[in-house]
């Protein structure tokens, strides 16, 4: 069930942290936020308990859990309850993951969902939902072999699943049998602590990267062996990564086929080769810089692989999130602000003379919102950045207008190099040419290349009370769907193209209902 609302943004108090966000790089906006194409909300009505979950399933469909053990399945265009999933799950949702989602929606239907999978967990309780099997007296496929709570879930090989916690468990989708598990508590590490997150490795060896409250990520292999011509695999633990992070790693990622990321407490961020498992770039997330794995690494390994003990650091530091496009641009969430890096960072220089060790990040905004950003999504046509934040507000972020005049036309309309390019647009990297830029230099009217790049708030989403967990964009038809501790989950459209909607319809309706019934 879904309520309509139309926004009206007015001024109200947000919500300060304990550390206060500087009046001089906070950014406010104007009620009337003439950028702000999000006017139209539906409250969707479903979950009595904080929605800390929000997954895309197909182009039209997303899925929320919540702690009030529910898990529901939304289409976007009206915002109706699709499925409603409850007896199932005895404790609140911990994590989600569609299993059949596919990276490009236009090959599907954007309506059918029969033929997606999604699996969900709470606490001990792992459960395998066929979409197109949710009917009255069939049941989905339910496990509670884990010992203690279930953190993260991963995809492998599109018939495998791996969750993580207090153990690992290798799982057969198809069937839902427990095809391995491997106990951490024989790890020998003082520090050993709940898995929060897992990524699938295809390097020189198939298996998982996983990390937890630890400064250094774990690497199991999967082992395939056949016995009695019945196939079986085995999880093995092979050893901690090297320690490039000095605090616990608090995010995992996959960046491209060869490259995955991790994130610090203490605002660093690591990258990763797949096959080697070595570290390769280290960006520092609060010194504005990052080195290659030749110096800085090394310096970070002695002072953290030396010392058992971990630091409390500063919430403000903490990397949240990391949102990877392109294969290659890193968008930061560290503390109340972002950042975003350029993995080859050396490829993105104008001229030889720039070409230095250590590079600025592209863009920077130190203090985005007045707490925590939990979550973010890019909106590649629009060349927006949207975050979700702790202050109970949502923030869209557009390119500094003062650069738009100097960029250049894409060369080629190809959708990957068109996505590229809208990415780069917003880090201001595309301008005329070298000499103009040089000379929009001189006079102090574009920034240099190591000068990062500070974005425009355009536009501010303020409905929810409480934390908003997590932001999804959806289609430019359908809009952004936001969810939060306050128990709610938010559908916000473009008013004008609503409002087109609805006078087409009502003109289609009066057509067919009068014009049609004169002889």
């Known amino acids: 069930m879904a309520s309509l609302f139309r926004a009206i943004f007015s001024p109200r108090p947000s919500p300060v942290s304990n550390k206060q966000a500087k009046d001089d790089v906070y950014q406010t906006i104007a009620n009337s936020q003439p950028h702000n194409v ?22 039209t469909h997303f899925v929320t859990g919540a702690d009030d053990n529910l898990v529901v399945v939304w289409e976007s265009k009206y915002g109706s309850m699709t499925e409603l999933y409850h007896s199932y799950h005895t404790s609140p949702i911990t994590c989600i993951l569609p299993l059949s989602i596919s990276s490009d929606y236009s090959t599907e239907s954007e309506t059918d969902i029969s033929d997606h999978t999604i699996a969900t967990a709470s606490s001990t309780e792992l459960v395998i939902w066929e979409l197109k099997d949710i009917e009255p007296g069939v049941n989905p496929k339910i496990s509670t072999d884990h010992k203690g709570v279930i953190n993260c879930l991963c995809l492998l090989r599109q018939d495998m699943l791996c969750s993580g ?5 290798l799982w057969d989708i198809p069937s839902g049998k427990l095809l391995s598990k491997y106990d951490r508590s024989q790890i020998p590490d003082e520090n050993i602590s709940e898995i929060h997150s897992i990524l699938e490795i295809e390097g020189r060896n198939f298996g998982i990267v996983a990390v937890s409250k630890n400064p250094k990520p774990e690497f199991y292999e999967i082992k395939k062996s056949t016995v009695t011509q019945t196939v079986q695999y085995h999880l093995q633990f092979n050893d901690h990564l090297l320690s490039f992070h000095n605090g616990p790693v608090s995010y995992l990622t996959s960046v491209s086929n060869t490259l995955f990321a991790t994130g610090s407490e203490d605002g660093s961020v690591i990258v990763w080769s797949i096959n080697s498992l070595n570290a390769i770039k280290r960006f520092e997330g609060m010194k504005d810089d990052f080195s290659d794995s030749s110096n800085s690494l090394s310096q970070s390994t002695s002072s953290s692989i030396m010392s058992s003990t971990i630091i409390n650091f500063d919430p403000s530091s903490r990397v949240n999130f990391i949102l990877v496009l392109c294969q290659r641009y890193l968008f930061v969430a560290i503390g109340r602000g972002f950042k975003v890096f350029d993995v080859y960072s050396s490829d993105v220089s104008v001229t030889p003379h720039e070409l230095q060790s250590t ?17 973010m999504e890019f909106i590649i046509e629009e060349s927006m950045l949207i975050t979700a934040s702790a202050d109970q507000s949502v923030r869209l972020w557009k390119p500094d207008p003062s650069l738009a005049p100097f960029q250049k036309k894409p060369p080629v309309q190809k959708k990957e190099d068109m996505d590229k390019f809208n990415v780069e647009v917003f880090c201001g990297i595309h301008t005329n040419s070298t000499n103009q830029r040089q000379s929009l230099r001189k006079r102090r009217s574009l920034p240099s290349q190591t000068t990062p790049i500070v974005p425009t708030l355009v536009g501010e989403l303020m409905l929810h009370s409480d934390t908003v967990q997590s932001v999804l964009f959806m289609s430019s038809e359908d809009g952004l769907v936001t969810c939060g501790s306050d128990n709610m989950v938010l559908l916000w459209k473009n008013l004008d193209s609503e409002d087109e909607k609805r006078e087409s319809e009502l003109r289609k309706y009066l057509k067919e209902t009068y014009y049609d019934a004169v002889p």
């Open 38 to 59: 999000y006017e139209e909300v539906l409250f969707l009505k479903g979950h009595s308990g904080p929605v800390n979950h929000l997954k895309k399933i197909n182009k």
């Open 165 to 169: 916690g207090q153990d690992i468990c």
């Open 359 to 375: 590079h600025k990040p592209l863009v920077v905004h130190t203090e985005a919102h007045k707490d925590a950003i939990n979550h």
